[in-house]
C-alpha cells in the first residue's frame, strides 16, 4: 500500500504523527488476533502494547521492506507465543468464552454481531493452537499461506493443511 509505504518512510523519519496512525490503523486487527491467539483479553492488550513499545522504539533503526501489517502480525504472533511459553497466558485462567474486541465499523448490529463473535470466540478455542494461528492470520491479517508458513517455520502444504483443518472445525 502507498499510505503504508509513506508512514513506513515519516516513522523512519521520527514522525509520532506516522507512529500515531499505524497504531490507529492496526490496533483493533492486532487486538483481535492477540485476543484469538491468547484468549484472555488483558493478555492480548498487553501483548499489542509491547509490541507498540518495541516498534515505536526501532524508529532510527527500522528498516522494514515488506509488509507493515504482516511485520506488525509477525510480531504479535511472536509476543504470543512467548507469553504461553513463559505460561504468562496461563498464569490467569484461560476464558475461552471471552469476545474478539469487535472493528468500529461492524457495530451496527451487536447483537447479532456479540452472539456471532462469541460462537466464533469458542470455535476458535477449542482449536489446537497452530490450527488457531493459521486461521487468525489468514482471515483476520489477510497472510498468505507462503508467509504463514515462514512464520510457523513449516512448508506451505502444512500451513495450509493447518489452516484448513481449522475451518472445518470451526
Not at 468500529?104 to 454481531?113: H, I, R, S, T
Not at 470466540?121 to 508467509?147: F, G, H, I, N
Amino acid at each position: 500500500m502507498i499510505e503504508d509505504e509513506l508512514l513506513k518512510w515519516k516513522f523512519k523519519l521520527g514522525s509520532r504523527e506516522a507512529l500515531s496512525r499505524i497504531y490507529q490503523k492496526y490496533v483493533h486487527s492486532l487486538l483481535s488476533l492477540a485476543m484469538g491467539l491468547l484468549n484472555d483479553p488483558y493478555e492480548a492488550e498487553d501483548v499489542v502494547q509491547d509490541v507498540f513499545v518495541s516498534f515505536a522504539k526501532s524508529a532510527g533503526s527500522f528498516g522494514l521492506k515488506g509488509s507493515l501489517k504482516a511485520y506488525l502480525a509477525k510480531s504479535v504472533v511472536n509476543r504470543a507465543r512467548d507469553r504461553l511459553r513463559w505460561g504468562h497466558a496461563s498464569g490467569r485462567r484461560m476464558n475461552k468464552y471471552a469476545t474478539v474486541p469487535p472493528d468500529p465499523g461492524e457495530l451496527d448490529q451487536p447483537l447479532v454481531y456479540g452472539e456471532r463473535c462469541e460462537q466464533l470466540s469458542r470455535a476458535l478455542a477449542e482449536l489446537p493452537y497452530e490450527q488457531r494461528e493459521a486461521v487468525l492470520l489468514k482471515v483476520k491479517q489477510d497472510m498468505t499461506l507462503k508467509q504463514i508458513a515462514r512464520l510457523q517455520g513449516v512448508s506451505v502444504s502444512t500451513a495450509h493443511g493447518r489452516y484448513r483443518y481449522g475451518l472445518e472445525s470451526v
